[in-house]
């Protein structure tokens, strides 16, 4: 799947690995090295809510894109950083605004596709 930014005529992802399991949800992107170049992990949600989303077991920093129901961006989280041993560093990402979906993307994708707030997007499968 896809994943392109209607407003901006721009590609956010070329392949999205689907999270929509418990399992999957809960795994994420957990003990992996990297996130392929053009790849990204969507979370899907049985319903919209103030879903969070944390690094534990991450490697690498990554940006984040809260959707809603209508694929409208109602939130960004650019360059979230992995968890480390020391307490300071466990942090969770929520979003302001409600939502269905989160994207998770390799840092600088967000700057790269021109993603803003309130922006439209659309899956292609």
């Known amino acids: 799947m896809q994943v392109l930014n209607l407003t901006r005529c721009t590609t956010i992802t070329r392949k999205t690995e689907l999270a929509s399991s418990i399992f999957s949800k809960t795994k994420g992107l957990m003990f992996r090295e990297n996130l392929d170049e053009g790849k990204g992990m969507l979370f899907m949600f049985s319903r919209e809510g103030k879903h969070s989303i944390w690094m534990m077991g991450m490697r690498f920093p990554i940006d984040i894109i809260y959707i809603d129901s209508d694929k409208r961006v109602v939130g960004i989280h650019k360059d979230f950083r992995p968890m480390r ?6 942090k969770i990402s929520k979003p302001d605004k409600k939502c269905k979906y989160v994207l998770e993307l390799n840092t600088g994708v967000i700057d790269n596709s021109a993603t803003k707030i309130g922006d439209e997007l659309e899956f292609v499968f």
Not at 85 to 90: C, E, M, N
């Open 85 to 90: 041993l020391h307490p300071k560093t466990w």
